[in-house]
């Protein structure tokens, strides 16, 4: 009996773990990042970005991400603004083309929220950053069962400042409203 528990427990060694699912970021996503501007507001898109993502929504514990977006091709819809939020004072895109975030953990707050938590890369510094996530979307997608979704809505704070990008403050606001919504998908149902 005992040789049998034995090779049981073995048996079981032998097989590897389930891995959790890598997704792909599908182009709906959208970062945003808002910047209180001289009373106004501009809004900066980054629409190139790249990332990978293991994610599987029952073992928290083993998610991980890192996702890049593209510094020099920020977007403000003002071809002079552009320039400049590429500029050495601003993002330093020349110097510093991508801004990433790796993702540390991720903490349930309820069924459709979490806080996530990681550190961002920008201008060549890291430093903590946070997110508080909201569930917009999760199964197969209704146009195509085969594909399954997971959407999430990101809100979150950056302190440019912390990162060296002190131009123009305090006119330029310090603290900017980071947004990000994120759809992920995979093949294969759930």
């Not at 959208?30 to 629409?47: D, L």
């Not at 990433?100 to 996530?116: N, V």
């Amino acid at each position: 009996m005992l040789r049998l528990v034995a090779l049981a427990v073995l048996a079981l060694a032998l097989v590897p773990p389930v891995a959790a699912d890598t997704w792909r970021l599908d182009p709906e996503t959208e970062i945003i990042v808002e910047v209180p501007w001289f009373g106004g507001r501009a809004i900066m898109r980054f629409p190139r970005y790249a990332g990978t993502v293991v994610f599987d929504e029952n073992d928290l514990d083993r998610a991980a991400a890192r996702i890049a977006v593209s510094a020099r091709d920020v977007r403000t819809g003002f071809a002079p603004a552009d320039a400049l939020a590429r500029s050495p004072g601003y993002l330093a895109a020349t110097a510093h083309p991508e801004i990433t975030f790796t993702l540390d953990r991720i903490e349930q707050t309820s069924r459709t929220t979490a806080d996530i938590k990681g550190s961002i890369t920008f201008r060549g510094v890291t430093r903590p950053m946070d997110f508080a996530a909201t569930v917009f979307r999760y199964g197969p997608a209704a146009e195509n069962p085969g594909r399954f979704e997971a959407g999430f809505d990101l809100a979150g704070e950056i302190d440019r400042t912390a990162f060296g990008s002190i131009q123009d403050v305090p006119a330029v606001a310090a603290v900017l409203p980071v947004r990000i919504r994120l759809l992920m998908v995979r093949d294969g149902g759930s």
